[in-house]
């Protein structure tokens, strides 16, 4: 692409070296590239406040500055830095998008410099695989056979394979969520699958799969057979608690197509009924996409039409109070039309404050601050539509150096 540049750092030795080329796009950030005063700060300050300065810089600022000399290399590739790295408040949430439904390749979207960079996902083969993050951790399971398991960390590319999860062989609905422990760097991996009973569209059996990073074990703590009800693909942990939607075989109404179910991963239970705990959508949705902002739960969903309700007519944003939803945020109506034609499903994920949101038929994203409050298109993606069906997705991750599977 003509304007293109990249930076290629030299990098530290917890970083895997083919991951070190991030190609940005500063002709698309609308920025001037004003050179800044060296100030010789390797004269005024010691090593270890020099190491708490560079932790507090964005990511790709940190790679940068590795290549300054060899005194901010060494300190950026030691163990200290990484440690005051993890005592840094989170690091905002980047949002990869795939730009290929063959193959695995994209570019990742930095809200806090406002860039696009090309990266290359480790283990993942194509962009229909399930994903989820958290921490800085990214889960990806293949949507075929779905034995494939791997747990990465797409900055430094450090990646580990997990064992084959139990349950069906081949399940006809899958969701697959992580969480991570901040204090131990411990993770939990939770698949429900979903599978309906033979001959019987109705009932469908449906069995949790929790794998601890400690014990490098699975468990299946619980199985079920869902009436009148499935699984799904969306899933999610907050503080201790799995999520998931579930959605209407049939015998229900326009507006009870999908219902939230809750599992509590600390207590294990394996007794009662999971519908017991059945929290109904706050409207009728065309589709739902969970999210752990902070430890709360958080969901984007498509606003179905009142005379028809598989019809999107608007995006709406609720947080999940005890059992109840509270809207925080509706999409204004100029963003929803800046998407152009909006499919009645769509990407969304978000973490922290951030909540993004792109239509499956472009590469417009877009951008929702919780805490502010405010909406905001990011820079253009470096991608054009090439064929009116080439489709987009993505997802978004804490970039973080210290986390390792």
Request: with cysteine.
């Amino acid at each position: 692409m003509e304007g293109e540049t990249s930076w290629v750092s030299h990098c530290p030795d917890y970083v895997a070296p083919d991951m070190v080329e991030f190609d940005s796009f500063p002709e698309l950030n609308n920025e001037d590239n004003r050179e800044a005063s060296s100030v010789p700060v390797d004269l005024i300050l010691p090593d270890d406040l020099l190491e708490r300065i560079l932790a507090y810089l964005p990511i790709a600022s940190i790679f940068r500055a590795s290549c300054v000399c060899k005194r901010w290399y060494e300190i950026v590739k030691s163990r200290r830095f990484l440690w005051n790295f993890s005592q840094v408040l989170s690091q905002k949430p980047w949002y990869f998008m795939f730009t290929s439904s063959e193959e695995p390749v994209g570019y990742a979207y930095d809200p806090s410099l406002r860039k696009w960079y090309g990266i290359e996902l480790p283990c993942i083969q194509t962009s229909n695989w399930f994903i989820a993050s958290s921490c800085g951790l990214v889960c990806i399971m293949d949507n075929d056979s779905r034995s494939e398991l791997y747990v990465c960390n797409p900055i430094t590319k450090c990646c580990k394979s997990l064992q084959e999860p139990p349950g069906f062989k081949f399940s006809d609905y899958s969701a697959l969520a992580i969480c991570v422990n901040k204090k131990t760097s411990c993770y939990s991996v939770a698949i429900v699958k979903s599978k309906q009973v033979p001959g019987n569209f109705f009932q469908w059996d449906l069995s949790i799969h929790i794998y601890d990073s400690g014990t490098m074990m699975w468990a299946t703590p619980l199985t079920e057979v869902l009436t009148g009800w499935r699984g799904g693909d969306e899933s999610v942990i907050c503080d201790g608690v799995l999520y998931f939607l579930i959605y209407s075989t049939g015998g229900g109404g326009p507006d009870n197509r999908h219902g939230l179910i809750t599992y509590n991963l600390l207590s294990r239970s394996s007794h009662g009924l999971l519908i017991k705990t059945f929290i109904p959508v706050p409207c009728s949705l065309t589709c739902g996409r969970l999210m752990n902002l902070k430890e709360k739960l958080v969901m984007v969903g498509g606003i179905g039409k009142p005379d028809r309700p598989d019809i999107i007519k608007g995006i709406g944003i609720w947080v999940l109070k005890g059992k109840e939803w509270q809207e925080i945020a509706r999409m204004p109506h100029k963003y929803f039309q800046g998407f152009g034609e909006f499919d009645d499903v769509f990407a969304s994920s978000g973490t922290d404050d951030l909540i993004y949101i792109q239509s499956y038929g472009a590469p417009a994203l877009l951008v929702f601050d919780v805490n502010q409050k405010q909406w905001r298109w990011s820079q253009k993606c470096p991608v054009t539509k090439r064929f009116p069906l080439q489709l987009f997705t993505g997802f978004c991750f804490e970039p973080r150096l210290e986390m390792s599977p």
